[in-house]
Each structure stands twice: as C-alpha cells, then as structure tokens.
C-alpha cells in the first residue's frame, strides 16, 4: 500500500489534475492506503509481540457471549454493507463465564469475523456458538456460509502470510496476519484453535477458553 500512497500523493502534488472530483478521489485512495498501512503495522507489531512470547495476559471472568455481543455490535455496519446476517446459534448454553484477557479475546473473535464478513457472500449469515465442553473448557464457533477453504490449505491457514486462494484474496486485500494472531492469542492462554471447513458450504473457526467459577 505504501506505493498507492506514494503514487497518489506524488500525481497530486504534480497538479496535473483539473478535475476536483478526481482530486478528492484520489485522495481517498490515498486515505485508504494509510490506514492500510497503519493496521499493517499495528499488527506487524502486534505479532512480533506475540511471538517473542512477552506478552502479559490480563485475565478476568467475564461472560464470553457479552463479548461476543460486543463485538458483533461493533460489525454491524461491516455486515450489513454485505447484507449478512451476524446471530447465535440457537439452543446455546446459557451465559457462560469464562477466564481469560478480555481485550485478547475480542481481537480473537473480531479477527475471525472480519474474515467471516470479509470472505463470505452477500446475504450470508455468521454464527457464534458456545459450549461447556469440560469442567474446565468452553468451546467457541464462529460459522459461516461462506466459500469455505481447500482441504489442501487447511494445515497452513494460521501461518503468518499464508493466503488461500490468492487471486481472489489479492482482490479481497490482507496481509495473512490475522489468524497467526488469533493462534497465538489462544495458545497463549494454554487453550487450542482449530478450523473446519468445506469449499462451497461454509467455515468454522472454533477455540477452547478456561471455564471460570465466577
Ligand atoms: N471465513 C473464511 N472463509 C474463507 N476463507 C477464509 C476465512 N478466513 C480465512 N480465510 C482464508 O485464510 C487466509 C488467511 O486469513 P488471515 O485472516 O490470516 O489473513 P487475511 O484475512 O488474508 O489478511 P489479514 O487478516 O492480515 O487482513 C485468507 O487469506 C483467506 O484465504
Ligand atoms: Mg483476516
């Protein structure tokens, strides 16, 4: 993205263009660059963080459908500029409360719901369930309708940079950080993340938290 700012900015700074509509777009795009640019190196920093393995957990009991909640509020623009629908699943458990960092776990669940949003088809629907597993655990899905992902990438999904599908993810914009950060996060918390998915049904990302007794 750097080199779309670059090129924008140095064709305004030409004054080539009379037009102020093209002006404006052109800026736009630049804007748009930027704050690429800067969730790029937020995230950069965040996995670097992450993989030094210096990162302070900040645990607390708190109902994880709240979270959920929270972050789907926060979606909803996203979600409805595609028309998709974000809902729980029916017959989920009960509010449950779990232990773990709270800011941690959003960006888990918002990381995997920009991908669900972003991936999925217009019109489609995302779905948050959660399970007591265990004593111990709680379960949590995001599902989706989506294209779903080749079994062949599946082992790979949460590299860091990895991309399935790379024509239609270059067009999609991202830079395969996403879900290395999600990993990370979980297994930071001693608990597991694993995907599922079938290419023309759909995906589902789910992960273990600490059951808490509070
Ligand atoms: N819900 C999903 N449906 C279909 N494909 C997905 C889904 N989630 C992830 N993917 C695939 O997995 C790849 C890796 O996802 P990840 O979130 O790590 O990176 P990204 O979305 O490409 O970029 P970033 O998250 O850094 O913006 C994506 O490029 C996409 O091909
Ligand atoms: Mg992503």
Request: hydrophobic letters at 35%; a neutral charge; one cysteine or more.
């Amino acid at each position: 993205p750097i080199f779309t700012v670059q090129g924008y900015v140095e064709t305004l700074l030409n004054g080539a263009l009379e037009d102020p509509e093209v002006n404006r777009k052109f800026l736009t795009n630049a804007s748009r660059g930027v704050d690429r640019l800067v969730r790029l190196v937020d995230d950069l920093d965040e996995i670097s963080k992450l993989e030094s393995g210096k990162i302070h957990l900040a645990k607390q009991s708190f109902v994880i459908q709240d979270l959920i909640n929270d972050v789907f509020e926060e979606m909803e623009l996203r979600a409805s500029e595609k028309s998709m629908t974000l809902s729980f699943k029916k017959g989920t458990a009960g509010d449950l409360s779990v232990f773990a960092d709270r800011t941690k776990i959003k960006q888990v669940l918002s990381n995997l719901l920009v991908n669900a949003i972003k991936y999925g088809h217009d019109q489609g629907t995302v779905t948050a369930g959660c399970y007591v597993m265990d004593d111990k655990h709680i379960y949590v899905e995001l599902s989706d309708d989506g294209p779903g992902i080749g079994e062949e990438h599946l082992p790979r999904i949460f590299e860091r940079f990895y991309r399935a599908d790379r024509s239609r993810s270059r067009q999609i914009g991202g830079t395969g950080l996403g879900l290395a950060i999600v990993k990370h996060i979980v297994e930071a918390h001693g608990q597991t993340v694993n995907v599922r998915s079938k290419p023309g049904v759909g995906s589902s990302f789910g992960f273990t938290l600490e059951r808490s007794r509070i």
